[in-house]
């Protein structure tokens, strides 16, 4: 039987369970250590222990077999440390005597071509060099181990053996390290799995620099369960990853599509300014700046512009960014947006919704006809179909119909009547119900723009439209703009906007006027539906929203 030794020959070491503190405690009654095993540790063995389990009951002799309990895991932890020891100094042997290990490439083998990963297939049994980040990583027994490099074009699984596995630098080597690898690619055997179904065998390599490890390590900057928050923060090592790193290449790939589709139409890209003088969505989310004194702002809208280029260049589109102070946290909002824009003249609202519909399945095409995008794409969407023409075409008074026989309801329990907007939540319930791509068209002029043109068998109503997709919601707005001086100065007016500063958008109504129409459609907002992103903010490199400007 295991006993404390008598309080003459010992030191007493007080404990208080609830409010004692191990790190900062010293034993004594006004600063008790919280558990037995601590004061074991600490004091040793040769120590009389009184332990306070609630102030009610007072310090009290530490029962027989509590003692023995902390005295065995107190031996236990010594032991444990013991094992721990021996383990680091025969790893710190074995890294000592890596170092002596220097390799060489072997004269006798044919010269390397660099090559990107993306050539990999049309390089196989080949030698080459590949350089690029270490993506992956995994040790198969002493002799063999696994990388997956990653060079941006594409992964390839790499393999060392024998001595190269047995080097300081292998031994060492850590996530997002940039290395270079020599050797030959091979197509893999049935039931063997790789990316692109082959892998280097490597005869030399070496690093070019290696990332940190311990508490410093990629993998403790980032994990699955990390707080969105920290993911922003850290969003230049996120966009690293398999995930990010797709949607940033589809990206890539849809404004070429967008060009493309642009270009084959006999469209000329302009690029606009983004610091302006004028409005063009309403005051309220306009980004405010002294700019030499004068009052500017940063652009909502390149759309204005682009009107004026018309009689210049005929029909003309832009890719530019655009700014909304938007002070909500929402999935489809961004304080700074990618924003592809075009404007056309001599056309009529239908011909407005038509090349709104064929800009959207060709560019739809165009991607999809990409195969290393389209693998991404459905990589990301396993479930994306493309859109079947004609889309659907529901006026706004149909839409708060429809509002109301499917009991779909403002936030006060009313239903929407006519006149009134219709927010994010009620209109994506009603696309996603629908489940196809929606022109919602002829809103109430009250409710839009002071440059829409209203209908002339409607006057209430401009001839607007907005791309509803499953999913998203919105993804374009546009419409026929007023092309008459008298309702454009009627609209300034309406809105409360003082027409002078926006003396040479009038002067397009007075010099050569004609019926003419365009939209807007947001990058982000059109890839969260290619790809089925959760929000906007995975879909741009850096998201900008409130309280986030960094990196």
């Keep these: ?32 250590y919280k558990t037995a095993v601590y004061a074991l540790q600490v004091k040793g063995g040769n120590i009389k222990l009184l332990v306070q389990k609630s102030p009610e009951e007072g310090y009290k002799d530490i029962s027989g077999a509590a003692f023995k309990k902390a005295k065995k895991r107190v031996e236990d932890l010594a032991n444990k440390a013991k094992k721990e020891k021996l383990i680091y100094e025969k790893e710190q042997k074995k890294l000592e005597e890596a170092k002596s290990i220097i390799l060489t490439q072997d004269p006798t083998l044919s010269p390397a071509s660099k090559i ?37 074009s594409g992964y390839l699984q790499c393999i060392l053996t024998g001595r190269l596995c047995h080097t300081y630098d292998a031994l060492t080597l850590s996530l997002e390290s940039t290395i270079t690898v020599y050797g030959v690619i091979t197509e893999l055997p049935p039931g063997k799995m790789a990316p692109d179904n082959h892998e280097l065998l490597a005869d030399y390599w070496e690093v070019n620099h290696k990332a940190p490890g311990a508490d410093d390590a990629f993998t403790n900057k980032l994990n699955a369960e990390a707080d969105p928050s920290v993911l922003y923060e850290q969003r230049h090592l996120v966009i690293r990853g398999e995930t990010a ?24 890209e302009i690029t606009p300014p983004c610091l302006v003088q004028t409005q063009v969505e309403g005051g309220s989310t306009l980004f405010e700046l002294n700019y030499y004194g004068e009052k500017a702002y940063l652009t909502q809208s390149s759309q204005l512009y682009l ?33 592809l824009e075009a404007e056309m003249a001599f056309i009529s609202f239908e011909d407005l919704l038509d090349e709104l519909e064929d800009l959207i399945c060709d560019t739809i095409d165009r991607v999809l006809s990409h195969k290393p995008t389209r693998d991404l794409i459905y990589q990301l969407h396993p479930d994306f179909k493309p859109p079947e023409r004609p889309f659907m075409r529901l006026d706004y008074k149909d839409a708060i119909q429809y509002l109301k026989d499917h009991d779909i309801k403002k936030e006060d329990g009313g239903f929407f009547e006519f006149g009134e907007d219709i927010p994010e939540a009620p209109e994506r319930a009603m696309t996603d119900q629908i489940n196809r791509p929606i022109f919602l068209c002829r809103f109430p002029a009250e409710i839009k723009s002071f440059y829409m043109s209203r209908c002339k068998d409607d006057r209430r109503v401009t001839e607007s439209v907005d791309v509803l997709v499953p999913g998203v919601g919105e993804i374009v707005g546009g419409s026929m703009r007023i092309s008459d001086m008298q309702e454009l100065l009627e609209g300034y007016k309406r809105e409360g906007i003082d027409p002078a500063p926006y003396y040479w958008y009038t002067d397009q109504r007075k010099y050569g006027t004609t019926e003419h129409g365009g939209f807007g459609l947001g990058i982000e907002r059109f890839l969260a539906w290619l790809l089925h992103r959760d929000t906007v903010k995975e879909c741009c490199l850096y998201p900008r929203f409130m309280g986030r400007c960094l990196p």
């Design 116 to 152: 990107k990963i993306h050539d990999a297939i049309t390089n196989r049994e080949k030698r080459v060099k590949v350089s690029g980040w270490v993506h992956r990583l995994r040790t198969q027994g002493k002799d063999m181990k696994f990388i997956i490099l990653r060079d941006g």
């Design 245 to 268: 790193s797709a949607v940033l290449k589809v990206r890539s790939r849809v404004l070429k599509a967008f060009r493309d589709h642009f270009d084959s139409k006999g469209f000329t």
């Design 307 to 339: 009107e004026t280029c018309l009689p210049s260049v005929g029909d003309v589109y832009c890719v530019s960014e655009s700014y909304r102070a938007e002070k909500s946290h929402t999935r489809r909002h961004l304080s700074e947006y990618s924003h």
């Design 1 to 32: 039987m295991t006993e404390q030794i008598s309080s003459q020959d010992t030191d007493i070491v007080y404990i208080d369970e609830n409010n004692g503190i191990d790190d900062s405690g010293n034993g004594t009654r006004d600063n008790p």
